[in-house]
């Protein structure tokens, strides 16, 4: 009995060792966790924007315009590193995607809506706020500045006006585009799974044609050959009696007639 109950627990650990990381596959956090990750990256990636558009302006001679242009620039620059942060934050606070524990096809298709809808929203932070500043400086130091920061032909009125409003929109823009997103790809999934319904419907009547196909064949075969043996049985019979029957000849007179 001391052996039996020494190998039990071998045994279980033996079958039931990746139970956990089955259980990590089978759950949403298998699909989330790369999920918040990229979520990471993209909020990396707008808090590292400021130091990029940095090492543009030294690369193209910022610094080296005048004190009037330097000076609004800076403040460009810091504008631009508000609305950077603001965006890291609204991809570092969404990071979370879904918090159900069953993964299924919707879940899927949420956390899809979600990532397209923080995408938008976060581009339309940044731009709503780096563009209206940025217009807001080139409008007190000279519209200069917009050919380091913006549009070179445009002025800095017209851009606060587009960033303010595009900005408000574009966060509006996101649900839509999210709710968009949601719907056309539940409809894309309805379709797909009723063209692989249909699909399968059809191989599983082919299967069946095929199985009553074969099952005729086979009784043809066999019920066949049956008949072929009596066929020939019987043609044997035939020739054997025809072979053992008497033979009755009719022997013709012949008249001569003698003159």
Known sequence: ???????????????????????FVDSTRFFTIPFSWLYVLFAVV???????????????????????????GVLCWIAILVASWIAFQVWWNRKKVVNTDKLDIS????????????????????AGVA???????????GAGVLRFFGPGSSSPLALMICSLVG???????????AFLFRKIAEIIVYVVVRIFKFVVHIIKQLFEYFFIFWQSFVDFI??????????????????????????NSNRASIT???D
């Open 107 to 126: 879940v899927i298709i949420n956390a899809l809506a979600h990532l397209v809808y923080t995408f938008c929203e976060a581009l339309a932070h940044f």
């Open 222 to 247: 066999v019920n066949g050959w049956t008949v072929v043996v009596a066929l020939v049985a019987k043609l044997g019979n035939t020739l054997l009696a025809i072979a053992h029957a008497p033979v």
């Open 131 to 141: 563009g209206f500043f940025t217009g807001f400086f080139a409008l007190i130091f």
């Open 256 to 258: 001569y007639n003698n």
């Open 46 to 72: 707008f808090l590292l924007a400021p130091f990029a558009v940095l090492y543009y302006l030294i690369d193209n001679g910022f610094f080296r315009q005048s004190g009037k242009i330097i000076a609004g």
């Open 167 to 177: 900005g408000y929109l574009g966060v509006w823009a996101a649900r839509l585009a």
């Open 1 to 23: 009995m001391s052996d039996v109950s020494e190998k039990k627990p071998l045994e279980s650990k033996f079958f039931t060792a990746l139970r956990p990381y089955f259980a």
